[in-house]
């Protein structure tokens, strides 16, 4: 089975500062990671995913994440945090069984409220 | 949420009555996700359909029933609705064709349902 653990459910930071959200997972096989981002009272947004390319993924809005194989970890980081930053952040991996037709079941963390304050 | 809509917004039922909740896609993909979301817990896979007559169990499947009769929609219902199921329930699916473990879900922008 896979699962996802993102350390901290709420994360508080300056505007201007470094925005570091963890993620780390468990797979059996090499796992496809993705990070969403939902705003309040919206749906789910794609920030980036690693589908086994490079392992530095740059996603929208200036953030990106690292694939470390030997710590299981897909952190997610910003270098210079804004306002608009402020919402919940999602990891999740991809299911090992591929469904035929159905495939890319996810499983998700539970999530990291990003607070941005002035 | 482009490309995908979800009906009703927000809802509020009585402990026992039923509902469905709709879910229409206008990008002609083969794959459809529900999803619930409590705080908390995450996301978690209620019912997924690979393509158009067939569903599978997710995660969470008691108390739920699908229905996808056409490749365009995907509906969720509640058959005896319970104080358990208050949550906000999000449609996705699935972008692309070719290596399915590596391709993107994208979301509706949910239901909200509160059960009394």
Redesign the interface.
């Known amino acids: 089975a896979q699962s996802v653990t993102q350390l901290g ?1 709420h994360v508080s930071v300056s505007e201007g500062a470094l925005v570091l959200l963890r993620c780390n997972y468990s797979s059996s096989v090499p796992p ?1 990671l ?1 990070w ?1 981002v939902q705003y309040p ?6 920030l980036l ?1 690693y ?2 390319a490079a392992t530095l993924v740059k996603g929208i809005n200036g953030f990106e994440a690292e694939f470390k194989k030997s710590e299981t970890s897909f952190h997610l980081t910003k270098p210079s945090a804004h306002m608009s930053d402020a919402a919940e952040y ?1 990891c999740a991996v ?3 069984e ?9 499983t ?4 990291t409220q990003l607070k941005v304050e002035l | 949420n482009a490309g995908v809509t979800q009906t009703p917004k927000f809802q509020v039922l009585k402990t026992g009555q039923s509902m469905t909740l709709q879910c229409a896609q206008d990008m002609n993909h083969n794959s459809m996700y529900w999803y619930r979301q409590d705080p908390g817990m995450g996301l978690r896979l209620i019912y997924y359909s690979a393509s158009e007559g067939t569903t599978d169990k997710g995660e969470v499947p008691n108390g739920y029933n699908v229905s996808r009769l056409n490749k365009r929609e995907f509906s969720l219902r509640l058959e005896s609705a319970a104080p358990s199921q208050t949550s906000v329930y999000f449609c996705a699916i699935l972008q692309g064709l070719g290596r399915p473990r590596g391709e993107t879900q994208y979301f509706g922008p949910g239901t909200r349902l509160l059960v009394l």
């Open positions: 459910s496809y993705f969403y009272n919206q749906g789910l947004q794609l995913k589908t086994s999602f991809s299911s090992m591929v469904v035929t037709g159905g495939g890319n079941k996810l998700f963390g539970t999530g």
